[in-house]
């Protein structure tokens, strides 16, 4: 039988992994930070209407510059954007990987603090762009000063940041990304994936793009919108970046009907948006009672915690996964992290951890 390693594949990309997260269903999945609240059931109604709409034409190719959607985007996002300032794409993956083609590739490089979304370092790979990485100050902080510090010392074409970060997270904040920026004469590229999560008043990199051509901001509807299975994700930044990655990009990359349901969803953001506060309130209580129970979770501003001092991680994993939980085991010795689901799925995970609590090794 042939295997990967009898195909001349390129030399930098032997011996990679492809992104692994675990696809087990079972009856409480709080692996990879989904928003496990469903769609409601008048804007999926809307949703279907607006897509049955669109079965009608098609047999032509979409807008390939998707207006309606990009101005549905801006409005969505405020901070003074236009159409003109947004780019979206199949999930926010594909819209990063877009911008590694326009602004990385052979012989140029990205500057990344991990622990960080595993995805980054994939599409650095996937494009040729040289992976640097830098540490992270305790408790997976960055201040301005170490950012400052490793763009100095590594002169990247890129820097990434991930705010809130994924595994951790974290914030960075919008001071640090300003430092960043002036301190490069390269790309800034912020993951605001997980923004709609972060606590009230909280700082975004989208009040800084006002005179930063070389700032951009992604953020994406998995999370917060509750549209992970739509694949859609985007992009605020100046409109010659967007002139850019129209350079990479396939043609009609947006299908007629992602269009459809995105603009529905969006013209419901309300209704959508409503169970957010629901989330957060779940991942404060997994804060509060996971410390009472003797690990150690981080302040999270995203969907999900991270918790150590987990003596076994992957024997906790093991037996949450026994009784029909999946969390997460994300590399990081002694730590697990686990998505905010429903209360009810909440309360399932927090009990059978609290049970298995004093019996594991």
Same mark, same amino acid.
């Given at each position: 039988?042939?295997?990967?390693?009898? !195909?001349?594949?390129?030399?930098?990309?032997?011996?990679?992994?492809?992104?692994?997260?675990?696809?087990?269903?079972?009856?409480?999945? !709080?692996?990879?930070?989904?928003?496990?609240?469903?769609?409601?059931?008048?804007?999926?109604?809307?949703?279907?209407?607006?897509?049955?709409?669109? !079965?009608?034409?098609? *047999?032509?190719?979409?807008?390939?510059?998707?207006?309606?959607?990009?101005?549905?985007?801006?409005? +969505?996002?405020?901070?003074?954007? =236009?159409?003109? *300032?947004?780019?979206?794409? %199949?999930?926010?993956?594909?819209?990063?990987?877009? #911008?590694?083609?326009?602004?990385?590739?052979?012989? &140029?490089?990205?500057?990344?603090?991990?622990?960080?979304?595993? $995805?980054?370092?994939?599409?650095?790979?996937?494009?040729?762009?040289?992976?640097?990485?830098?540490?992270?100050?305790?408790?997976?902080?960055?201040?301005?000063?170490?950012?400052?510090?490793?763009?100095?010392? *590594? %002169?990247?074409?890129?820097?990434?940041?991930?705010?809130? %970060?994924?595994?951790?997270?974290?914030?960075?904040?919008?001071?640090?990304?300003?430092?960043?920026?002036?301190?490069?004469?390269?790309?800034?590229?912020?993951?605001?994936?997980?923004?709609?999560?972060?606590?009230?008043?909280?700082?975004?990199?989208?009040?800084?793009?006002?005179?930063?051509?070389?700032?951009?901001?992604?953020? =994406? $509807?998995?999370?917060?919108?509750?549209?992970?299975?739509?694949?859609?994700? +985007?992009?605020?930044?100046?409109?010659?970046?967007?002139?850019?990655? &129209?350079?990479?990009?396939?043609? +009609? #990359?947006?299908?007629?009907?992602?269009?459809?349901?995105?603009?529905?969803?969006?013209? #419901?953001?309300?209704? $959508?948006?409503? $169970?957010?506060?629901?989330?957060?309130?779940?991942?404060?209580?997994?804060?509060?009672?996971?410390?009472?129970?003797?690990?150690?979770? +981080?302040?999270?501003?995203?969907?999900?915690? !991270?918790?150590?001092?987990?003596?076994?991680?992957?024997?906790?994993?093991?037996?949450?996964?026994?009784?029909?939980?999946?969390?997460?085991?994300?590399?990081?010795?002694?730590?697990?992290?686990?998505?905010?689901?429903?209360?009810?799925? =909440?309360?399932?995970?927090?009990?059978?951890?609290?049970?298995?609590?004093? =019996?594991?090794?």
């Amino acid at each position: 039988m042939t295997t990967l390693d009898d !195909l001349p594949i390129r030399d930098d990309l032997r011996g990679k992994k492809p992104y692994g997260a675990p696809q087990a269903h079972v009856r409480v999945e !709080l692996n990879v930070n989904e928003n496990t609240h469903p769609v409601p059931e008048a804007v999926i109604d809307d949703i279907v209407a607006r897509t049955r709409e669109a !079965l009608t034409s098609i *047999n032509r190719y979409p807008d390939r510059e998707f207006t309606q959607l990009r101005e549905s985007l801006a409005a +969505y996002l405020g901070h003074g954007l =236009t159409a003109a *300032n947004i780019w979206a794409a %199949n999930g926010s993956n594909e819209v990063i990987q877009q #911008h590694m083609q326009a602004f990385g590739g052979p012989g &140029r490089s990205v500057l990344a603090f991990p622990p960080t979304y595993s $995805m980054h370092s994939i599409i650095a790979n996937g494009t040729g762009t040289t992976w640097i990485t830098a540490e992270r100050d305790a408790d997976f902080r960055i201040s301005p000063e170490t950012a400052v510090a490793a763009i100095k010392a *590594n %002169n990247p074409s890129i820097v990434f940041f991930c705010t809130p %970060n994924n595994p951790t997270g974290t914030p960075v904040s919008v001071e640090t990304i300003a430092a960043a920026y002036d301190a490069t004469d390269g790309i800034v590229f912020v993951d605001e994936a997980y923004a709609e999560f972060a606590p009230d008043g909280s700082g975004t990199a989208l009040s800084l793009l006002e005179g930063r051509p070389r700032l951009m901001v992604s953020r =994406t $509807m998995s999370k917060a919108f509750a549209f992970a299975g739509a694949r859609v994700g +985007y992009l605020a930044a100046d409109p010659a970046v967007v002139d850019a990655i &129209r350079l990479v990009r396939l043609p +009609y #990359h947006l299908s007629a009907l992602t269009q459809a349901a995105a603009v529905g969803a969006l013209a #419901h953001a309300p209704e $959508m948006l409503a $169970m957010v506060d629901d989330i957060k309130a779940q991942r404060d209580r997994l804060v509060t009672e996971l410390a009472n129970m003797g690990y150690h979770p +981080y302040e999270s501003a995203a969907n999900f915690v !991270l918790f150590g001092n987990v003596a076994n991680p992957q024997d906790t994993f093991d037996k949450l996964l026994a009784q029909g939980i999946i969390i997460r085991d994300i590399g990081i010795a002694n730590h697990l992290r686990v998505t905010a689901g429903t209360e009810a799925e =909440t309360s399932e995970f927090l009990a059978a951890l609290s049970e298995l609590n004093g =019996t594991l090794a």
